[in-house]
């Protein structure tokens, strides 16, 4: 094999249908996870998939379709970020070749310009378009009026370190900004990203209603309406042991939203759980039914009933409340809080940061400042993104309708409603 052949991207003849990702590699614990949160991070969704391996090699195939039009450029990007993923191995004999993984540098991106709406989105939709993810955000508005963000930044594409990367990113933030930006800096982070790692304080009552693992009946049924509101979502868990000798059949039903493949694939990898074979079958009046056979990580099928039963609560649980919505008081002001769970391995749920300032941008709400960091809790590490809400906009922050109605946009951007 060629490394060309490792993955393949099979365009749409017809606007609108979905294009075909083949990814044809040797195997390892967590890949459908890794290809999940890629493909989520470039925006796409996953109609249907099939994921196959022998523990040794793995053949996965997905339909996918951009939310807009997918760039050639783009394709080739998402192409290379694929490859990286995929362990490598040597044409002539398969033997594969273990690389130790480097983590990218952090770059502090330090801009300083006038306040306007929408103005977060804006600076986060360039840095999605420009293959930068964000790592942390400290965003803070002066009392006259003028934003100073300080964003570190990592590069999908290795090349930040090159004047020509550092020069196109300025230069596309300030056609955005206009002039109303008053300075652009991009340089490797120092000693103020460790410092900016801490958050400010949660109180124990709110950080306790955030973070629980376990959540009552009431607080499910209150989080998990489906998308058209009309009725709960529903979530079927079943596993079986009959139908193979060696596996366990892992049967979903569930309501479809976006990143579904992604946090079901996130859950088995943290959970240690092998896939030996799986389908993702494309969505019927908003629901998904998903077949999965896997293993234990000691080849061995799942007869333990304590083992299934908690593999069925923490699926069940990732599906109907992957992201959490709440808006609390910080002193006199009204914060916006998403968290979401962050994989063992370190990475985040991509596109969050992404969609929130979206979905408060069409609402026409202003940030007055915003953070973005990890929070540790119930023996998992989380994700939480804080906002401060401006209060001269339409809504009336304090009314409980208008919160309400907040959360519910957010909450259906976040999950593709």
Known sequence: ???????????????????????????????????????????????KGD?????????????VIPHSLLLPMT?????DRLQAICPPCLASSFYFIHQPSTSSPVYLLKFCCLDRKGLLHDVTKVLSQLEL???????????????????????????????????????????VLRDSCLGCELQLAGPEYECNQGMSSLSPALAEELFRCDLSENEVRSQALSPDMTKLKKTNVILDNSLSPAHTLVQIR??????????????????????????FSPSAKGYRDLD????????????????????CSRLKLEMLHPLRVMIANRGPDTELLVVNPVELCGKGRPRVFYDVTFALKTLGICVFSAEVG?????????????????????????????????????RRTLMGW
Not at 256 to 272: A, E, P, Q, V, W
Not at 304 to 310: C, R
Not at 388 to 408: K, P, Y
Request: proline fraction near 2%; aromatic fraction near 8%; hydrophobic fraction near 35%.
């Open 292 to 311: 999965i056979f896997i293993q234990q990580k000691d080849g061995k099928k799942i007869l333990d009933l304590e083992k299934q039963s908690s593999l």
């Open 374 to 410: 990890r929070h540790s809790a119930s023996e998992r590490e989380w994700e939480l993104y804080r906002f401060l809400l401006d209060e001269n906009c339409e809504f009336q922050l304090t009314s409980v309708v208008a919160r309400n109605q907040i959360v519910d946009r957010v």
């Open 1 to 47: 094999m060629t490394e060309d052949d490792v993955v393949q991207i099979q365009q749409s003849n017809k606007p609108g249908d979905p294009f075909i990702i083949t990814v044809n590699c040797p195997d390892k614990t967590g890949l459908g996870c890794d290809i999940c949160r890629i493909i989520l991070d470039f925006g796409l969704c996953i109609t």
């Open 75 to 79: 394709c080739s990007y998402l192409k």
């Open 51 to 63: 994921v196959s391996t022998d523990g040794v090699w793995c053949y996965v195939v997905l339909w």
């Open 254 to 279: 569930c309501a479809d939203h976006k990143g579904l493949l992604y946090d079901i694939m996130r859950t088995l990898k943290d959970m240690n759980m092998k896939i030996s074979y799986g389908r």
């Open 133 to 175: 993810s964000i790592q942390k955000v400290k965003v803070t508005t002066t009392p006259d009026g003028r934003v100073l963000d300080l964003f570190f930044i990592t590069d999908n594409m290795e090349l930040l370190h090159t004047t020509k990367r550092q020069d196109e990113t300025c230069e596309r933030l300030n056609a």
